[in-house]
């Protein structure tokens, strides 16, 4: 993959064995006014795009999963536009607006008709200090192939539903609702998903004797800049235990390791059901909420084995 990511640094030098070093005046600074082997700032570091894979579908189009790495510390607003496009034109608008810090992986899909199977399309994001960081999705690379398939232990992608929205959605591809929430701001409103996780698995293996539980983790994935979204828990749906020790994704949310769960993240704990969380908005305007339906809590099953979850996207109106 050729992406064209240029990040800020600074080149320090190693002298083995010379006395030299010990020498050196306590006010010699290097480049950005740090100390030589002072870790780098978590402020002011780049957004990075990333080509996960390609898809073939049963129609014959394919479709590019995107996702992106973060460096900085905190959570990184590019709106559409000039600093975070895709091209060609006519794919632009599914990417995120918001980026969490770290690693996420299929955050959203580009699906391109077979016609255009040879022609790149690129994900580009300027980053607040003017550093631009890119990358195509391309269908050449044949390892960057990905699948729904069962894996070892039998998991596969939960699928997400919305009332009033036809079919079903499986994998970083997803599905968008169809139905935009409104909401005034500053009023919590009810967010909802359907989830199922058809993964077959050997029930004879003590490890799957018992239904293996869905989590959905709601973030905030497109809106105004000002705009912040508090998710706090819905009445009706309880404090899940925390993950299996060592367990954990990487996608929208993360993996969370044994860390008590946040207000955001709802353990489905049959596997299928609704999901339901309680958001409140700062301020008006057009946003984006990701419900991402994973089943990390296996072992065959996480976002570095580009399996399996699945992304909903839910619209929503603040006045």
Same mark, same amino acid.
């Given at each position: 993959?050729?992406?064209?990511?240029? *990040?800020?640094?600074?080149?320090?030098?190693?002298?083995?064995?010379?006395?030299?070093?010990?020498?050196?005046?306590?006010?010699?600074?290097?480049?950005?006014?740090?100390?030589?082997?002072?870790?780098?700032?978590?402020?002011?570091?780049?957004?990075?795009?990333?080509?996960?894979?390609?898809?073939?579908?049963?129609?014959?189009?394919?479709?590019?999963?995107?996702?992106?790495?973060?460096?900085?510390?905190?959570?990184?607003? *590019?709106? =559409?536009?000039?600093?975070?496009?895709?091209?060609?034109?006519?794919?632009?608008?599914?990417?995120?607006?918001?980026?969490?810090?770290?690693?996420?992986?299929?955050?959203?899909?580009?699906?391109?008709?077979?016609?255009?199977?040879?022609?790149? =399309?690129?994900?580009?994001?300027?980053?607040?200090?003017?550093?631009?960081?890119?990358? %195509?999705?391309?269908?050449?690379?044949?390892?960057?192939?990905?699948?729904?398939?069962?894996?070892?232990?039998?998991?596969?992608?939960?699928?997400?539903?919305?009332?009033?929205?036809?079919?079903?959605?499986?994998? %970083?591809?997803?599905?968008?609702?169809?139905?935009?929430?409104?909401?005034?701001?500053?009023?919590?409103?009810?967010?909802?998903?359907?989830?199922?996780?058809?993964?077959?698995?050997?029930?004879?293996?003590?490890?799957?004797?018992?239904?293996?539980?869905?989590?959905?983790?709601?973030?905030?994935?497109?809106?105004?800049?000002?705009?912040?979204?508090?998710?706090?828990?819905?009445?009706?749906?309880?404090?899940?235990?925390? %993950?299996?020790?060592?367990?954990?994704?990487?996608?929208?949310?993360?993996?969370?390791?044994?860390?008590?769960?946040?207000?955001?993240?709802?353990?489905?704990?049959?596997?299928?059901?609704?999901?339901?969380?309680?958001?409140?908005?700062?301020?008006?305007?057009?946003?984006? *909420?990701?419900?991402?339906?994973?089943?990390?809590?296996?072992?065959?099953?996480?976002?570095?084995?580009?399996?399996?979850?699945?992304?909903?996207? *839910?619209?929503?109106?603040?006045?």
């Amino acid at each position: 993959m050729k992406a064209r990511m240029t *990040i800020g640094g600074v080149a320090l030098g190693l002298l083995l064995g010379s006395a030299s070093f010990a020498s050196a005046p306590l006010t010699a600074q290097g480049p950005e006014g740090r100390w030589p082997l002072q870790p780098t700032s978590e402020i002011g570091r780049v957004v990075a795009p990333f080509l996960e894979g390609w898809y073939t579908n049963p129609d014959g189009t394919f479709s590019y999963s995107f996702g992106y790495l973060n460096m900085n510390g905190d959570t990184v607003q *590019i709106p =559409v536009g000039e600093g975070n496009k895709i091209e060609p034109a006519q794919f632009d608008g599914m990417q995120p607006t918001v980026f969490l810090p770290g690693r996420h992986r299929g955050m959203f899909t580009v699906t391109v008709p077979a016609e255009m199977r040879d022609d790149d =399309v690129w994900w580009t994001l300027t980053n607040d200090n003017g550093e631009v960081t890119r990358v %195509p999705g391309r269908t050449m690379w044949a390892a960057y192939m990905l699948d729904h398939g069962p894996r070892p232990h039998g998991s596969v992608p939960p699928t997400v539903m919305f009332e009033g929205t036809p079919g079903e959605g499986l994998g %970083p591809q997803g599905i968008v609702s169809q139905r935009t929430v409104t909401a005034t701001a500053g009023q919590p409103v009810e967010l909802a998903v359907n989830v199922h996780d058809r993964s077959v698995r050997d029930t004879s293996d003590a490890r799957f004797r018992e239904a293996i539980a869905t989590r959905v983790i709601f973030t905030k994935y497109q809106g105004p800049a000002e705009g912040n979204v508090e998710f706090t828990r819905h009445p009706s749906t309880p404090v899940p235990p925390p %993950p299996a020790e060592g367990r954990g994704g990487g996608g929208g949310g993360g993996g969370r390791g044994g860390a008590a769960p946040a207000a955001n993240e709802v353990m489905v704990t049959s596997g299928q059901g609704t999901a339901l969380v309680m958001a409140t908005f700062s301020a008006p305007g057009e946003y984006m *909420i990701n419900a991402q339906a994973d089943n990390w809590r296996v072992p065959d099953s996480s976002s570095g084995d580009q399996c399996c979850w699945t992304n909903g996207y *839910i619209r929503v109106t603040v006045r």
